[in-house]
């Protein structure tokens, strides 16, 4: 890296002056006196040679060294004088050349080796105790190269500016140490070049101004653009428009703390190779993954191992599996230990990825007794982890390996359960993670064995009667049953017999508060204690004893409740939440299941009647639940999910949650079906409103359901499709990403994939432009120009990128109608006679981008002559980019007619009796009283008033209009058109 001296002494070396040459013999005195006077024939011979071929460039870069030293002996300050003009002057033809023209690539290389070498050469003569102020022949000549390339990066060819870049960046690591006011001023230059107007000269320009980084303190007196260095390549790497730029910047500039994280932000760069490079090069280096938070690296694996690119995937696994795990000393547990596996979401896809990578140390993992009995976190998580990599590649080898049998992974699950409950409030979190995997880990066990079946199932049961059991827990527990049962009736018999015993407790409440109703017996609740290590087992904890956790999310001061209450509402939780996990995984009609009857009306429905909101979201949940597995239930309920959606006492959660069983009850039945007792426009009301909420979550969510409708056909709606479109390029919805992406995805798909939703979108084009165009007006700088928001309309009623356009049989069939944006261009014409101007001046851009072609038909295109005709006459426009764009569409349509149309048969004046429509619109139209566009005088050249010339009308478009005018007795429009076409064709002959 270059750093600036604080003082340059430049001074003539041992046998590098004019003394030098006297001194020599006179034998060699004519050999060396030929060095100058052939320089020009052999400093060119050398520059040819380099460009051959780069094998070459040592020995030739050692031959011009040594003419350099030559010319130096023979006249001292004078023949370097004489050798440094003789390179520039064969430089300066490579500086003119392309960028990618391989000989001057090797040339540019060959002067950077030239200047390493005489460096070298410079430094290996100077003594030991003047190695730092060694000043040689190189020295000089570099300065003086770089003051002539610091006139090339300002100069106004790109090609000169690009190679003068391009070769300072590359022989800055040749240069040492250099003159302050070189430093400043090579800073100075490559500061204004990166923002050269060039891309490729601003990358070259980043490259050079990287070798500067740290390479002095700052000047006290700055302006606006001298800036630090590392400020101007992070400003680089975030900002410029160009990628290359910025993988540039990216790739050189230094890694720090300040740094770190504008690096880490490069993984979510628009380019895909920018992306990768953060994997393959910066995070590579690191010596200590550590430096980065757990943040930081749980965000860079994310985003790496989520990456839609294929090449930033594997760059990132290559990356985990290679270099970070080097880091750790190959070590998986101590690995884990580093990324913080309890709170991580990303821990799972970096252990499937580098099993996937790293496929020969699957044999290796050893899993044995003395493992099992010894589980740490990051242990637990490591064989669940790896337990479900070989089941998803059908590897029972390496499963029955790893995870033992069923009867003695239930001790397992015994004894960490039995730890968990004797935890201390510090150390459960631990002891709850760990009993999470192994009860994952039982969910994947194959239970033919029919003893360690029993044991599961036994111990498993006993489990969910715990009072102060993890929702996590709960929801594995209920999987594995509803594996282990014979069916899915009598899973369903066994979770409800485990909840009614579960609601007993509520009933020994109201013992607990009435006491004297209570018998003194030694079995009473607050002596019931469990033990995992027999059987049958009790429960541990008393029902009035519960853990802070389930406790501290309720203030019992503000519901006003007392302590057996709350305990009492807190077993009615744990059994709705157990209910609802059976009811995910219930796939039986309501009607061949009589025990869920029982449970809707003792626990469901109350759960709705409570206050408490918890209460009232679960009940809420469950009900839907229940709902789909019975179509008359959900009719009848239907209407109360609907006002839920909109409750004003209600909070935000119970409105998402209300729209989603909504749109899962619609999806499961149908729209007609569900709209027996609640009218289908009430629904579609209600659906569209949701699409209008100011809660963010409502509003994503509704338009995520109602494209899952509209993609299966259950709902087809102009008037939703026209909201989603508008709430797509809507600038209020900018934020919501999840409801950005949803309509990304689902816009393309849904019209790309039918050819009659392109024939809805036609229908309402105008419609919706007219209103991005007032929206556009009103939030200039938050929306795209109304021409890119009309080719993205345009692009998804293309039809030949609809689904099966290139079809022969499709395409024969007259199944789609190709030149269905002639429509549209109809449209546009007719809203061209009414809105105003503010809305009139951008349609003649979006008619022109419309598709005409001969797909339109003779008739729609007739149907446009007579539009443009008399709108040309009755509302024309002044503007001459609009008379442009008409004048383009115009003859683009005369294109398609290879002769002048013929006098129309009768089966073509039967068509003609679509035009009515469009001959009533016209004749109808009234010139406004008060026109908003003001038509200006007549041009006048050199004071005297110019008279407009009639031009010949064109004879194509004349017969046209005429053959119109001739069945329809319309006169007007024909004389419209004529003079329309008479001042297009004066405004081309100016």
């Known amino acids: 890296m270059a750093r600036p001296k604080k003082q340059a002494t430049i001074e003539s070396t041992s046998g590098a002056g004019t003394g030098g040459s006297k001194s020599s013999s006179t034998s060699t005195k004519p050999r060396k006196q030929n060095a100058i006077d052939t320089l020009r024939t052999v400093v060119p011979t050398i520059f040819q040679e380099s460009q051959k071929t780069a094998a070459n460039h040592r020995k030739n870069a050692i031959m011009l060294r040594k003419i350099q030293e030559q010319c130096a002996e023979i006249a001292g300050e004078e023949g370097e004088e004489a050798f440094n003009k003789e390179f520039i002057r064969n430089l300066n033809v490579v500086l003119a050349i392309k960028k990618k023209e391989p000989a001057a690539d090797r040339v540019i290389q060959f002067v950077s080796s030239f200047i390493l070498c005489t460096r070298e050469k410079d430094m290996k003569e100077a003594t030991e105790d003047d190695e730092e102020g060694a000043e040689g022949i190189s020295s000089r000549f570099v300065e003086y190269l770089m003051h002539h390339l610091l006139k090339g990066v300002r100069v106004k060819e790109k090609q000169v500016r690009l190679r003068s870049c391009q070769l300072i960046a590359l022989s800055t690591n040749s240069l040492g140490a250099m003159d302050d006011d070189l430093y400043t001023q090579l800073k100075d230059s490559l500061m204004e070049r990166v923002r050269d107007k060039e891309a490729a000269v601003r990358v070259q320009a980043v490259f050079a101004l990287s070798k500067l980084q740290g390479g002095g303190e700052e000047t006290e007196d700055k302006n606006d653009d001298d800036d630090t260095v590392v400020q101007k390549l992070l400003d680089l790497m975030q900002y410029d428009p160009s990628a290359d730029v910025r993988r540039s910047a990216l790739f050189n500039i230094e890694q720090t703390k300040t740094t770190l994280p504008f690096i880490l932000e490069r993984a979510r760069d628009t380019d895909a190779y920018n992306r990768r490079g953060v994997f393959t090069k910066p995070m590579e280096e690191l010596s200590d993954f550590r430096i980065l938070s757990i943040d930081d690296r749980e965000k860079l694996l994310r985003y790496g191992l989520s990456d839609r690119d294929e090449g930033v995937k594997k760059a990132c696994t290559k990356m985990l ?149 993890p929702d996590k827990h709960l929801d594995c527990i209920v999987e594995t049953m509803g594996k282990i049962s014979l069916n899915e009736k009598d899973f369903t018999r066994i979770i409800i017999e485990i909840i009614s015993d579960i609601r007993t407790g509520i009933d020994e409440q109201e013992y607990l508060r009435n006491p004297e109703k209570s018998d003194d017996d030694d079995d009473s609740p607050d002596d019931q204690t469990m033990d995992l290590t027999s059987t049958p087992r009790k429960r541990k904890r008393s029902i009035v004893d519960k853990t802070p956790s389930r406790r501290s999310s309720i203030a019992v001061e503000d519901m006003g409740q007392s302590t057996s209450e709350i305990d009492a509402m807190l077993i009615r939780l744990r059994c709705l939440t157990i209910t609802k996990f059976m009811l995910e995984r219930s796939t039986e009609p309501l009607k061949e299941n009589s025990y869920m009857y029982g449970l809707l009306n003792e626990l469901v429905i109350p759960a709705l009647a409570r206050q408490e909101e918890v209460m009232q979201e679960l009940g809420l949940q469950c009900l839907g639940l229940i709902c789909v597995l019975d179509q008359n239930l959900a009719q009848n309920n239907l209407e109360l999910f609907l006002t839920c959606i909109f409750a004003e006492n209600a909070n935000a959660q119970i409105h998402v949650l209300s729209l989603k069983i909504v749109f899962d009850l619609i999806l499961s039945y149908g729209l007609t079906a569900m709209s027996i007792l609640v009218t289908e426009e009430r629904i579609i009301q209600d659906l569209t409103r949701s699409l209008e909420s100011p809660i963010p979550t409502l509003q994503a969510v509704a338009a995520e359901g109602i494209a899952k409708l509209m993609l299966t056909k259950l709902l087809k709606n102009a008037q939703i499709l026209r909201k989603l479109i508008i709430l797509y390029f809507d600038p209020t919805t900018a934020g919501n990403n999840h409801l950005r992406q949803c309509l990304n995805y689902f816009l393309q798909v849904y019209f790309h994939s039918s050819h009659d939703n392109q024939v809805t979108l036609s229908e309402i084009f105008v419609p919706i432009m007219v209103q991005l165009i007032q929206m556009q007006q009103e939030a200039k700088n938050e929306m795209p120009v109304p021409a890119i928001m009309a080719q993205q309309l345009l692009e998804w009623c293309e039809p030949r990128r609809v689904l099966g356009a290139d079809d022969e049989n499709i395409a024969a069939d007259g199944k789609i109608d190709f030149g269905l944006q002639a429509n549209i261009a109809i449209e546009i014409v007719k809203v061209m006679f009414s809105e105003t101007n503010n809305i009139r001046k951008h349609l003649p851009l979006i008619l022109y981008k419309t598709r005409l072609d001969g797909d339109a038909g003779e008739i729609r295109l007739k149907k446009l002559t007579l539009l443009m005709g008399n709108l040309k006459a009755k509302r024309p426009f002044t503007e001459p980019m609009s008379k442009k764009y008409l004048l383009s569409v115009e003859k683009n349509i005369l294109k398609m007619f290879e002769d002048a149309p013929q006098s129309l048969d009768d089966a073509e004046l039967n068509k003609l009796v679509e035009l009515t429509e469009e001959i009533s619109f016209v004749d109808k139209f009234e010139l406004p009283e008060e026109p908003d566009e003001v038509i200006p005088a007549l041009a006048t050249t050199r004071g005297r008033r110019t008279r407009s010339k009639k031009a010949p009308t064109n004879s194509k478009l004349a017969k046209i209009i005429k053959d119109i005018d001739a069945i329809l007795e319309s006169s007007e429009s024909s004389e419209s058109a004529e003079e329309w076409e008479a001042e297009d064709d004066d405004d081309e002959d100016d």
């Open 321 to 469: 599996a290679t270099k970070w795990i080097q880091q750790a000393d190959d070590n998986l547990l101590e690995f884990l230990e580093r990324l913080d596996v309890m709170g991580s979401n990303v821990a799972d896809d970096v252990l499937k990825a580098f099993f996937g990578y790293r496929a020969d140390i699957l044999g290796g993992l050893m899993f044995n007794d003395v493992f099992w009995v010894n589980l740490t976190v990051e242990s637990a998580f490591l064989v669940r982890a790896f337990a479900e990599f070989c089941r998803s590649k059908d590897d029972d080898i390496q499963f029955e390996k790893a995870v033992p049998e069923v009867t003695r992974h239930a001790f397992y699950i015994q004894k960490y359960s039995n730890i968990m409950q004797e935890a201390d409030e510090d150390d459960r979190p631990e002891a709850e993670f760990i009993v999470t995997q192994l009860l994952m880990i039982a969910k994947l066990l194959d239970y033919a064995d029919e003893n360690g079946r029993r044991k599961m199932f036994n111990l498993l049961r006993e489990m969910l009667m715990l009072d102060d059991i």
